[in-house]
């Protein structure tokens, strides 16, 4: 069956720091991927997204995101947080081919501390 | 601004009853999609419309019912609602189907159910 994991429900880091926010697939072939935030009492926002090409994807507000197609991961990142960031993450995959459905993760919340 | 617009932003109906939201997706495109955000639950895909004819369904129960019309804006109908349903329920847009495209939220609606 199609799937993907965000492992961690929630993610603490410090203003400043590094983040990440993991994401890996179970989907056959190479699959599009996304990455969405939400924040509270809002609809997702669409980040950033993999088709093909450079493994390290740039998206908005300073994120980016890196394919590993050995790993089937694609970990949402960002070199410094800010306290601006905290909210719910989701990655999402769509297979290529088999129909027009996208698989979302549960979400991870991402919690930075000031 | 996501550009997609939804009515009502705020729904009471008590169980038994059923209900309609709708969605009027971002110009130009063609694809709508329902989701359905619960705590326990994350976000489920419901269903996919594409220029007026269905093309995913997801864990759509068979009390719910969605259609999209010729001008594409979109309709999801509830029925026999139970306290279960009460949720935040989105509709997303994209430009294309089947492809790389990005999905452009709605506010929500959220639904309570007593």
């Known amino acids: 069956a199609q799937s993907v994991a965000q492992p961690e429900d929630q993610v603490n880091v410090a203003e400043g720091n590094p983040l990440t926010v993991k994401c890996t697939y179970s989907?056959?072939?190479?699959?599009?991927l996304f990455w969405y935030v939400q924040y509270p009492n809002r609809g997702l926002q669409f980040l950033l997204k993999?088709?093909?090409?450079?493994?390290l994807v740039k998206g908005s507000y300073g994120f980016e995101a890196e394919f590993n197609k050995s790993q089937t991961s694609f970990h949402l990142k960002k070199p410094s947080a800010l306290v601006s960031d905290s909210a719910l993450y989701f990655c999402a995959v769509r297979p290529h081919t088999g129909g027009f459905k996208t698989i979302f993760g549960a979400g991870t919340r991402l919690f930075v501390k000031a | 601004d996501s550009g997609v617009t939804q009515t009502p932003k705020h729904l009471i109906t008590a169980t038994g009853q059923r209900v309609t939201l709708r969605c009027s997706p971002r110009s130009g495109d063609l694809s709508v999609y329902w989701y359905q955000q619960s705590l326990d639950q994350g976000l489920q895909f419901l269903i996919q419309?594409?220029?007026?004819?269905?093309?995913a369904k997801g864990n759509i129960l068979e009390r719910f019912s969605a259609q999209q019309f010729p001008d594409l804006h979109s309709e999801l109908n509830l029925s026999s609602l139970e306290l279960g349903d009460s949720a935040l329920y989105f509709c997303?847009?994209?430009?294309?189907?089947?492809?790389?495209?990005?999905?452009?939220f709605g506010p929500g609606t959220r639904l309570t159910v007593t």
């Open positions: 989907v056959s072939g190479n699959p599009y």
């Open positions: 997303a847009s994209s430009g294309g189907g089947q492809g790389p495209y990005e999905q452009y």
């Open positions: 993999y088709i093909t090409g450079d493994n």
């Open positions: 419309y594409y220029n007026g004819e269905e093309r």
